[in-house]
């Protein structure tokens, strides 16, 4: 079932503000159907995280098949992790449908395939835009990149840029970092904490982007990349504090996904005007 649902927020909630309880208890009710389009090192990894999510993981990356596929999927993820031939063309077709979709714009700025294709793709006007402090600030034209995937500047650092991207693109950026930023043209919301184990897991940003995708499906963007980045840091925390390490975190991530509840997001993002 195709679920594209723009949800408002409720009544007892501001229109500057946004519900990621709501939101996840709409996600569980739906399933959405996700397109991934990702970096081939974090494939399996996401599609479990989605699964996990509550939301129906596809990873269909094929030219001639992508943009059919996108017509029908609730939200789509764009990740140029690994951007081959093959992924450029059918993200180029995936972001013609009329589906909600998110821009993972990985490593842009320190390498030119992928930066080219990310400023080519911004005309296509994502729904939501995640990423490093660095790599915003690359796509807004102010920086010249992280060092490769990871960053070198805070996400305070790109708030400017991102909501210069969110004017232009009239979507969402979403600033991963110690205390995710995240803003459209109106309004700003930070989600803090989440656990640094995070990052010594291979896929915890790029399945973060197909959660956002996943969120599109049933709320509004703004909505959507808070109710994902309030998951990832409920699940996160809850995850380090049972694990040894990265290898048994990124098991208990899993299971911590599944079990949050729309309850848990409830006082975990800060909003200003």
Same mark, same amino acid.
């Given at each position: ?128 835009? =995640? *990423?490093?402090? &660095?790599?915003?600030? /690359?796509?807004?034209?102010?920086? $010249?990149?992280? +060092?490769?995937? !990871?960053? %070198? ?90 694990? =040894? *390490?990265?290898? &048994?975190?990124?098991? /208990?991530?899993?299971?911590?996904? $599944?079990?949050? +509840?729309?309850? !848990?997001? %409830? ?7």
């Amino acid at each position: 079932m195709v679920v594209r649902t723009s949800s408002s927020p409720s009544t007892s909630t501001p229109a500057w503000e946004a519900d990621p309880a709501g939101a996840l208890a709409r996600l569980r009710e739906a399933a959405p159907l996700t397109q991934c389009i990702t970096n081939a090192v974090v494939t399996n990894f996401t599609a479990n995280a989605l699964l996990a999510l509550g939301a129906a993981p596809a990873m269909c990356d094929i030219p001639g098949e992508a943009g059919l596929f996108a017509g029908i999927a609730g939200g789509v993820l764009v990740n140029l992790g690994t951007p081959t031939a093959e992924q450029r063309d059918a993200a180029r077709e995936a972001v013609t449908a009329p589906t909600p979709w998110v821009l993972d714009p990985v490593a842009v700025g320190a390498l030119p395939v992928r930066t080219a294709l990310a400023h080519e793709l911004l005309a296509a006007r994502p729904a939501i835009i =995640r *990423g490093n402090a &660095s790599e915003i600030l /690359a796509l807004a034209g102010v920086g $010249a990149g992280g +060092r490769g995937v !990871d960053a %070198t500047d805070a996400a305070e650092d790109a708030l400017d840029a991102a909501r210069a991207l969110a004017e232009r693109t009239g979507g969402t950026v979403a600033v991963s970092g110690e205390v995710d930023v995240i803003v459209d043209a109106e309004r700003t919301a930070r989600v803090p904490g989440g656990s640094a184990l995070l990052t010594k897991v291979t896929g915890g940003g790029c399945a973060l982007g197909a959660a956002m995708a996943a969120f599109a499906a049933v709320a509004e963007p703004f909505e959507a990349a808070i109710a994902a980045s309030a998951v990832w840091a409920v699940a996160s925390e809850r995850a380090a504090s049972g694990s =040894r *390490g990265p290898g &048994s975190f990124a098991v /208990a991530f899993l299971d911590e996904l $599944a079990a949050v +509840r729309p309850e !848990d997001l %409830t006082g975990r993002a800060e909003f200003a005007r």
